[in-house]
């Protein structure tokens, strides 16, 4: 199925500071969902991105869906310590039997205050 | 509250045995996934099931079978555990294609 590449793996950064996570297809999307797990916790669904070119935003997370629908990102504007997690995009993969999500390997993202 | 339940919260398992994970919903998803998570893998898909009655191979299936003979049920059965089998599993829910998935709380299995 179609995979998607995250990154960076982890990032490190003071309260307050912004931080990106990007991710990248070889393909043409037809849609993306990002999810946050917490440390210790399950994956909680943030948001879908279906449109090219599509901003949608939630408090200081920022989602992008790229003009070509190959690439997505998601920015945190002035990181808390409850923004501490691991955020992973997905996307739908198709096959004879069905469809299900194919998750990026995440970011984890650690903020010291 | 309407959601995912998983059960056992966490197992030690002798390799050879038999266990079965247990996952119900309450929400009338139609589609239902199970996935392994291990560090530095992230999510992998082992099995799914779009609708009752019907399921698929995802991307790490061997070594574990399901069923869905209903719409709430969704149990994940590893016939003869082995080490590599030790992980943390998630079942996961969902309305459909276009819909955001529903996690439970995960079952911690340790394989020795």
């Known amino acids: 199925g179609q995979q998607v590449m995250q990154i960076p793996q982890y990032q490190h950064v003071q309260e307050g500071e912004d931080f990106t996570t990007y991710c990248n297809s070889s393909?043409?999307?037809?849609?993306i969902q990002w999810y946050k797990q917490r440390p210790g916790g399950h994956p909680v669904f943030l948001i879908q991105?279906?449109?090219?070119?599509e901003v949608k935003k939630q408090k200081r997370l920022t989602f992008q869906f790229g003009e070509a629908k190959k690439n997505s990102s998601l920015h945190i504007t002035a990181t808390q310590t409850t923004d501490v997690g691991t955020y992973f995009c997905?996307?739908?993969?198709?096959?004879?039997?069905?469809?299900?999500?194919?998750f990026g390997k995440g970011t984890s993202l650690l903020v010291t205050p | 509250i309407a959601g995912i339940t998983q059960a056992p919260t966490s197992q030690i398992l002798a390799a050879g045995r038999r266990m079965t994970l247990r996952c119900t919903q309450d929400?009338?998803?139609?589609?239902m996934y199970w996935y392994r998570q291990d560090l530095g893998l992230g999510l992998r898909l082992i099995h799914y099931?779009?609708?009752?009655?019907?399921?698929g191979k995802g991307e790490v299936p061997d070594g574990y079978s399901v069923s869905r003979a209903n719409t709430d049920d969704f149990p994940l059965t590893l016939a003869s555990a082995v080490p590599s089998q030790t992980s943390v599993y998630f079942c996961?829910?969902?309305?459909?294609?276009?819909?955001?998935?529903?996690f439970g709380s995960g079952t911690r299995l340790t394989v020795v």
């Open positions: 996961a829910s969902s309305g459909g294609p276009t819909y955001g998935y529903t």
């Open positions: 393909t043409t999307l037809s849609n």
């Open positions: 991105l279906v449109k090219s070119g």
């Open positions: 997905s996307i739908i993969s198709n096959s004879n039997s069905g469809y299900a999500l194919n």
């Open positions: 929400m009338r998803h139609n589609a």
């Open positions: 099931s779009n609708t009752a009655g019907t399921t």
